[in-house]
């Protein structure tokens, strides 16, 4: 169909490293999914030009300019506290580029409720020894990984999976956006104070056999999108298109460097960690040890001054500008 695309080639959108006692593995991270959903654009009916997004005071309808916005919270209704792109500034976390493991929990400890984003681990460097030692130590004990990272200045609590071969950074909900059961009108978890009976649990027990099978996602397919792609190539192959010029493109962005770790003697830090009690992640690190990564540690060429923007700063900026678009559209 026309319209398909083919899924670009895997990205590296932050570099850093996994952090647990006193063991830091060099890792990227990598987009886990790919949108294929439906992307309605906005067009002028007239001129068949693109329809952006403008910024409208709701009370006046009239459009305003960037400098007279300001950002404000609402703390009772209709009454705002206003805080300034400075004060903001200060508050947002600490960039650390590290994947801070805090704790090690069973597998199947975290509802998926609290699950909401995928990305790809892997290692880059001198990692790759490391991280498969994690990735095997996970997958033998039953358990993942329950992590802190900065991604774009923006704090996330995070869940570290081994996955088949690799290891998958799933961004977790925290606790406190999550709704408790409390206030829905659910059943009982008695079953019989819920009314079921001995032989209902039986039939119902049988009909989820009959209907169970091993997790195939292949099987199923997004029918809304399937139908508006075959509406696509019918308009397409009857000559019902229309032309459409879009505005210039920004220069491209070169994706950032990160600054990988340098991996020391794995067994010495295995056995200091356990030595300090897998409480060295955060805390700082002795002399001898300092002195230790020191020997290891490569010198590195001094960068010329950055003269461009950062591309964090740019995708940033080019979030915030596509973000009210894409919602207008879903709108």
């Not at 290891?167 to 819920?194: F, H, M, Q, Y």
């Not at 099978?213 to 308009?235: C, G, T, Y």
């Not at 010198?299 to 461009?308: E, L």
């Amino acid at each position: 169909m026309p319209v398909s695309k083919k899924a670009p080639a895997p990205r590296v959108l932050w570099k850093g490293a996994i952090s647990f006692g006193l063991v830091h593995i060099p890792v990227a991270l990598y987009s886990a999914t790919v949108d294929h959903g439906i992307d309605f654009d906005w067009l002028d009916k007239r001129t068949m030009d693109p329809v952006g997004y403008k910024r409208i005071n709701k009370k006046t309808g009239r459009e305003i300019a960037r400098e007279q916005i300001v950002k404000g919270i609402e703390y009772e209704s209709g009454e705002y506290v206003v805080l300034s792109d400075k004060e903001i500034a200060a508050a947002y976390p600490k960039t650390t580029q590290t994947i801070e493991i805090e704790t090690f929990v069973p597998a199947n400890g975290i509802p998926f409720v609290y699950l909401e984003r995928p990305y790809y681990v892997a290692p880059i460097n001198r990692g790759a020894k490391v991280y498969a030692l994690l990735r095997e130590t996970l997958q033998r004990s039953g358990r993942v990984g329950v992590a802190r990272v900065v991604i774009q200045t923006r704090q996330h609590l995070a869940a570290l999976v081994p996955v088949g071969p690799g290891l998958v950074l799933n961004l977790l909900r925290w606790g406190a956006d999550i709704r408790p059961w409390t206030d829905l009108p659910l059943p009982s978890e008695d079953a019989k104070k819920a009314g079921l009976r001995p032989r209902e649990l039986e039939m119902a027990k049988e009909l989820v056999e009959d209907m169970s099978a091993d997790w195939d996602p292949e099987e199923f397919r997004d029918e809304f999108k399937d139908e508006i792609l075959r509406l696509v190539d019918r308009k397409v192959k009857a000559g019902q298109t229309e032309t459409v010029t879009q505005p210039e493109p920004e220069e491209g962005e070169q994706a950032a460097e990160g600054r990988g770790a340098k991996v020391i003697d794995l067994t010495e830090l295995l056995k200091r960690s356990l030595r300090k009690g897998g409480a060295g992640g955060s805390g700082g690190r002795s002399k001898d040890e300092e002195a230790d990564a020191d020997e290891e540690e490569e010198p590195r060429p001094r960068r010329p001054a950055a003269k461009k923007r950062s591309t964090a700063t740019k995708k940033s900026a080019a979030t915030a500008r596509r973000a009210p678009a894409r919602h207008r559209r879903a709108a």
